[in-house]
């Protein structure tokens, strides 16, 4: 570890000085920024701008962009364009090296008078109302963050960012809580393309591979509109990354980080391959090339040809002692602007790499709800080892009014995982651990996503926008090892899940995605009434294999040699025909191909009925077939999935501006949530933290939404937000985890009736000038809560026992906090930030009225983290401190005892509990302008 890091500080040195050859000292500055229209928003193509008393000017592009390279000094700039009233800004003071950023707005003439009127302002009034505007001009119920607020935070990447947009949370660094709902129902795009999910089965997305630094600007959309995906009703969140760069730039950042309960601390682990630091593992891990294709010719191997086949299998069980390492973070971040006259190039790059260690301590219970013992305890003593490599490349050209763009984003995961769990029976304590268990896997995971886009500006206000993607995400856990022991001796001659085995799975999935949109007024040079007509489509293709290997004996083999260690026990002295062999449990739905087919067209109008009155609405139509079919259907429980959905979703958005600072909006939309492949696959997998199988679910249908929203939003000044909104949503066949089994714990997925939800949402972001003076200028305190009511019909009792009538909808958390105060110097070199975080209680697993199975409940958990930060170096350089999880909460799965609507330690059957432990980490960074 201590070597693969000094290599990693090698890597970047040498990258840097590579980088650092191409810069020299620049004397002049620039001025940036991008026009818009007061009323609509939207960016300005072809504004005339011109440094007033010279003959030096530049035209915006298809973005609405412009750059200005001037000398230092103080201008005032002059912008023109046909329709609109003269802007002139004065007081624009340019400084070498950083650019001047400048955004501004236009607004059409009050009247039809042909005499020229130049509308003046200075550059500090020009910047806030720019602000305004982005803020009050969104077409549908949505919060976010621009550039100017990143460049303003201490964050360093995209995840950091998310967790101050309003009503948003980071669970995991992956999985996306909006208005307390769960990553299911809650979506991501980037640069306007769907992000692939990490893992096979949930929606989770990396967004820590995405420096702030490249971030334009992040939206989350709480209401649809028929140009965005159908299938989200929590949020569907927007990241768009800059194109060009103000300036050429290389950022280089370094950092370390410790864990309370796990840095410094005894471990013990399973196999670490020399790849494992860099995320790419090793051989040894790989089913062996001689293995039989499948499971009958695995099977009919006898004699020397058998013993040979086992003792291909690596010996990867040896358990080792260790002591765990504090974490490492590396990032490297270049960018530039060329131009070429009316032509410009971008690019971006960007390479990171962390890595962590942690130790984990769970204790889990099983109950006899009846008689109110336990029927087993559980001690996990576990080590997860995890790197992560991402990179980000970024391409775009520009020509007048079109611009075309290639992004990619590449990122690895691996996990590495040991697990020692020791077992008891006894129905009270004290316990007696008679069992123990062992589990040794690895988790590599990697994406790719490449886009290339253009954007089109045709004159007259019409507007071309089209892309093509190939996204491939890859799921691999190579040599998944569990051994159960009783009674101090190994169990074999049992099925996977009970006793000792190998298992290898790996998933792939293809992903096709293509769309277009035309935008043009209904009436030639009038801006107040759009069309935008599109279309998209979507092709993924999966492919999954699960291939399970159980530890057999045969007859006569000694039975006090199953008292060895894993390790001893399979070594090559006992692996043979006439000692311990493996057997191939391959089922026959456990190797599948999966696919769908996602085709959408819409059309969305954008109408000012009045100057105060907009109205955006439309219609979204999307084809979804699914298919899933085994690789073989021979044999009960293997099923062919072949599904089409055709959905209609209409939206309308009505935004009424009340005043200059405030707006009243009402939507209404149908959405959908779609099953994952995982989840109708007919077979089932082994989990071993909850001791479970999960069971797919082929008969499972998509849930559909209706969403109501009504919102009153204020603004009274730049950054600044009050925000009160109430909203309901009605969910048709939600789907949610329940028990399968009546005897343990397996579980699967189902549809349950009709749900409704009612919630209540306030926001509030406000500048702390009025309080501390000069300090509050870029200090703000923001907090945002919702409050949520769901209701939920439980299924027919004849088809599934589900415990009472109605419930709380699952995965909805009652309410949500989110609080957070942001305080910088009058500098703007050195800042404070608190975060708090808080998700209600809300049902994981449903439960289960034939085996007296009760729901289990996820609790609440306080976070609260803390970051201070210390720009150096005339703010070229950057210090932070990260604390994070300062309470150490532990995280619950708990079982309702007494019926109250929290948890009650002491009372309430706990069913799963572990801590997660305070992080400290500590970053530093340099910009080479």
């Not at 490249?214 to 299938?231: F, S």
């Not at 703000?780 to 409050?787: K, L, P």
């Not at 199975?853 to 609790?859: H, M, R, S, T």
């Amino acid at each position: 570890m201590k070597h693969s890091f000094v290599s990693a500080l090698l890597c970047v040195c040498l990258l840097l000085s590579s980088f650092l050859s191409a810069f020299a000292v620049v004397d002049n500055g620039k001025v940036t920024g991008k026009v818009t229209d007061q009323k609509t928003g939207e960016a300005l193509i072809g504004v005339t701008v011109i440094v007033q008393g010279t003959s030096t000017g530049a035209v915006t592009d298809v973005e609405g962009r412009y750059t200005l390279n001037l000398a230092p000094g103080t201008y005032t700039l002059e912008f023109k364009y046909m329709g609109y009233q003269t802007k002139a800004v004065s007081e624009v003071v340019v400084g070498p090296g950083a650019p001047t950023q400048l955004p501004v707005i236009m607004d059409e003439p009050k009247s039809k008078d042909l005499k020229e009127v130049v509308i003046r302002g200075s550059f500090k009034q020009e910047t806030i109302n720019a602000l305004y505007v982005a803020q009050k001009n969104n077409v549908a119920v949505s919060s976010g963050i621009s550039a100017e607020q990143i460049k303003a935070s201490p964050d360093k990447n995209t995840g950091e960012v998310l967790k101050r947009v309003s009503g948003a949370s980071i669970q995991d660094n992956k999985f996306v809580v909006v208005r307390g709902l769960t990553d299911r129902y809650n979506n991501a795009t980037m640069n306007n393309v769907l992000l692939p999910s990490t893992e096979p089965d949930r929606k989770s997305f990396s967004f820590d591979i995405i420096p702030s630094g490249l971030i334009d600007n992040m939206v989350i959309n709480k209401t649809a509109t028929p140009d965005k995906p159908g299938d989200f009703a929590g949020g569907l969140i927007q990241v768009s990354t800059k194109d060009f760069p103000e300036e050429k730039f290389v950022t280089a950042s370094v950092g370390m980080s410790v864990n309370t309960l796990s840095t410094f601390k005894d471990a013990k682990t399973g196999m670490r391959g020399s790849g494992d630091y860099w995320t790419f593992g090793n051989s040894e891990r790989k089913l062996p090339s001689g293995v039989p294709a499948t499971a009958e010719d695995f099977n009919n191997v006898s004699g020397k040809a058998q013993d040979d086949l086992n003792r291909s299998f690596k010996n990867n069980w040896k358990i080792n002692k260790t002591t765990v390492a504090p974490g490492t973070s590396l990032q490297l971040t270049a960018g530039n602007t060329k131009y070429y006259g009316e032509r410009k190039f971008g690019y971006v790059f960007s390479l990171t790499h962390s890595h962590s260690e942690r130790n984990e301590f769970a204790e889990r219970n099983d109950y006899d709800i009846d008689n109110h013992v336990y029927k087993r305890h559980n001690i996990d003593t576990s080590n997860k080892y995890s790197s992560a490599l991402g990179a980000v490349a970024n391409f775009a050209y520009s020509y007048k009014n079109s611009k075309i763009s290639f992004k990619n984003i590449y990122n690895r995961i691996l996990d590495n995982n040991t697990v020692l769990r020791q077992v008891a029976t006894d129905p009270n304590p004290p316990f007696h651990y008679l069992s123990q268990s062992y589990l040794l896997n690895l988790v590599q995971r990697y994406i790719l996503s490449s886009t290339l886009q253009g954007e089109h500006g045709l004159g007259n206000n019409r507007r071309i926008e089209w892309m093509v993607n190939y996204s491939n995400t890859n799921r691999q856990e190579p040599d998944i090892r569990i051994s159960n022991y009783t009674d101090s001796h190994a169990i074999i001659n049992q099925p996977v899940n009970g006793g000792s085995s190998r298992g290898f799975f790996k998933v792939n999935d293809d992903i096709f995605n293509a769309g277009a949109s035309y935008q043009f007024p209904l009436v030639k040079d009038n801006k107040d009434h759009s069309l935008k007509i599109g279309g998209f489509e979507q092709y993924r293709k999966r492919f999954s294999s699960y291939r399970p290997l159980s530890y057999q004996s045969a007859s006569g083999f000694p039975y006090d040699k199953l008292t060895a260690s894993p390790y001893e026990l399979f070594s090559n002295e006992n692996l043979g025909s006439n000692g311990i062999y493996l057997l191939d449990n391959t089922s026959p739905s456990g190797i599948y191909d999966a696919s769908s087919n996602l085709t959408a067209g819409y059309f969305m109008f954008d109408n000012f009925i009045t100057k105060k009155l907009r109205v955006i609405w439309g219609l979204r139509y999307e084809s979804y077939r699914q298919q899933l079919k085994p690789k073989t259907t021979v044999g009960s429980g293997s099923y062919t999935t072949d599904t089409t959905y055709s959905s209609f979703l209409p939206s309308a958005n009505f935004v009424y501006a009340l005043t200059d600072k405030s707006n009243l909006r009402l939507s209404y939309s149908n959405t959908v949530a779609r099953p994952e492949f995982r989840e109708i696959a007919s077979f089932s997998f082994f989990d071993f933290q909850n001791t479970a199988a999960v069971f797919g679910n082929p008969r499972l249908k998509q849930t559909r939404i209706s969403n109501i929203d009504l919102r009153y939003e204020l603004y009274p000044g730049a950054g600044e937000t009050f925000a009160v909104a109430v909203f309901y949503k009605k969910f048709k066949n939600p789907i949610s985890e329940s028990w399968y089994s009546l005897d343990n714990n397996d579980r699967t997925y189902i549809n349950l009736d009709d749900a409704n939800t009612f919630g209540a949402e306030l926001e509030v972001r406000k500048n702390l000038e009025f309080a501390i003076g000069n300090w509050g200028k870029n200090s703000y305190v923001f907090a945002n809560g919702a409050y949520i009511h769901s209701s939920i019909k439980n299924p027919n009792q004849t088809v599934r026992n589900i415990n009472g009538e109605t419930r709380r909808m699952p995965g909805q958390s009652p309410y949500l906090i989110n609080a957070g105060l942001q305080i910088n110097n009058p500098n703007n070199d050195m800042g404070v930030t608190i975060l708090y975080n808080r998700i209600g209680p809300r049902i994981n697993i449903v439960g289960d009225d034939s085996s007296n199975k009760l729901d289990i409940f996820e609790n609440s958990r306080n976070l609260l983290d803390l970051q201070l930060s210390k720009r150096l170096f005339k703010k070229n350089a950057e210090i932070k401190l990260n604390i994070s999880d300062i309470l150490n909460n532990p995280y619950v799965l708990y079982q309702n005892k007494d019926n109250k609507k929290s948890y009650s330690k002491g009372t309430d059957y706990v069913f799963y509990t572990y801590k997660y432990g305070t992080n400290f980490s500590l970053s530093f960074s340099y910009t080479f302008h």
